[in-house]
């Protein structure tokens, strides 16, 4: 007779992950309520008058219209709980203000930029998570080799250079050694897509070595404790070929961390990607949010500080709801 | 412990000594060194960024500051101009040496570490412990805190603070307190969930000590290699934001010398003309955190005996 997977409030594992998510998307709410209130409550933070400041920059003169109407624009008029269930009830319904410079919408100047830098993102996920996994099975394989040292001494390396280092390295030496730098002209891909495709590569990669470099320390890690388990001697005494014992037995379980970090990295990735972005003159989400600050477009800082907080909750939970796949022991609880 | 030598009694005492605490801490370095080979290495680059920083105004050549236009922008050379001591690492836009900034940089990398380091540390235990400690309500709203601190990627939550603070180096060491407290409190907090578990803590509580008792003496002692790990393997981290925060132009504020900040819009508007104004703060950079990272990583495998079978 068969007994389905049961748990201990009598519910099957579909169920129970069904209402794992469940929760944990409730459980999203009080944070974003929460990130929302700092969202909105940036503005009251920054010293001094921000208004006095803004008109300062903008016309030099202080006359009371547009004194009004600037402080009209940012709410500000409003008390703090007011503008705060203002903010949110716009937010939820996809409204994040309009720029106090060019009056676009908020939410159209992110969808603009978003492209590159998801772009950027994803290859360098992609590139990062490969290699650094193949190089720490390799160095987990060959433990205190020296294979293994020098790749886990160039892997503390890579971890030990700044982004922001490697980017202006990238672009120096070249113009240095060889006379030329790497163009930094950036295009879309509709424009031509073989030169966007290479002026992606770069950031994308220079990105890539840290997490490379993260990813290669933990899959050594966790494959050597793996490959001291009981089942993994086993497979090498029933004659397992070490190819399989390796790919299939070993590393498929030293996966399971890795997709942790993995999903860690995203938030780090988007801090590296305004670093990049900055270096490499990508028009993405950082460079937008770096110009908003220097600008002081305040309700531009605030939708993409909001919508990358989102997009961080979102994969943490995706990370998390994952594990389900790779490891059907874990339990939910 | 008895740390003393025993009365022998009226008996001369034999040749044999216990070893004198210096001789023990030398004991101690040697066979770290034996272990961890490369985890030494990275302890003397340690112990090399605090003699630089420490002694600055002895190993600079110049004072970090000095403008002279006249040696605006030279490359790095072992001649000396006019009779000075010579630009090893060539010279910026104002004519200040490169090196003696490099050397000036490493002081705002140390201080910033250290500082944070120390000032993070409080904030995260209370946070932590609390958290662990209250349970229910407190804990449940002080982690949706923690969650949404933590969902702000870290560079973009570091410039929004500097934005709110203004630009100065203790907004700076407050910045990157905040955001490491906030990170480690959760650590923090799950290894005191494991120590309320344990019997003494009942004990403890059967004899009926206080809460605050509880927490100050049972708990917080004992997360206390806890801390130091979590330090040591941070404090590389620590030093990279400062760089990177200052790389964008929202970290200590210039003139200080930083080693991020030598490679900012200033650095980088005579990136092509003059490259040495970036070699020498990069490879410092570089040097310091790879060395910070080795060296925290082999007191780790020292000081957590989990970690140990990891090796």
Redesign the interface.
Known sequence: MYYPPTTGDGGTTGSRMAKYIMRRLVGLIPTLLLLLFLVVVLIDLIPGDIVDLMLAERTGSNDETARAALEEQLGLTQPLPIRYVEYTSRALRGDLGASLWTQRPVTELIAGRAWASIEIGLLSILLGSVSGVMIGAVSAVRQDGWLDYVLRSVSILGISVPTFAIATAVVVLPAIWWGTAPSLRYVGFSEAPWAHIKIIMLPAVVLAIGLSATVMRLTRTTMLEVLRQDYIRTAHAKGVAEQSVVFRHALKNAMIPVVTVLGLQVAFLIGGSVIVESVFAIPGVGRLLLSAISNRDYPIVQGVVLVIGVFVMVTNLLVDVSYAWLDPRIRYS | MVTEPLSTGGVAPVAFREPGPIARSWDAVFSFTRRKP?GAFGGAIVVLLVAVAIGAPVFAPYAPLENNQAVALKGPSLASIDGTFPHLAGTDQFGRDVFSRVVYGAQTSLYIGVLVTVVSTIPALALGVASAFFGGWVDY?LQ??V??V???????LL??IM????PSFINVVFALSFRRAVTESRVLRGSTLGLMNQTYIEAARATGATNGRIMLRHLVPNLVPLLIVLSSTAF?GVI?SE??LS??GYGVPPPRPSW?GM?AADG?AF??AA?WM?IAP?LA???V??GV??FG?ALRDVLDPRLR??R
Do not use: H
């Open positions: 490369l709203f949706r805190f969650d949404t933590q969902a702000v990627p870290y560079l973009i410039i929004a934005v709110v603070l203004g590389a990279l760089a990177s790389f964008l991020g490679l980088r990136m092509y490259p970036l990069t950079l570089a040097i955190v790879f990272n080795m990583d079978g990891a």
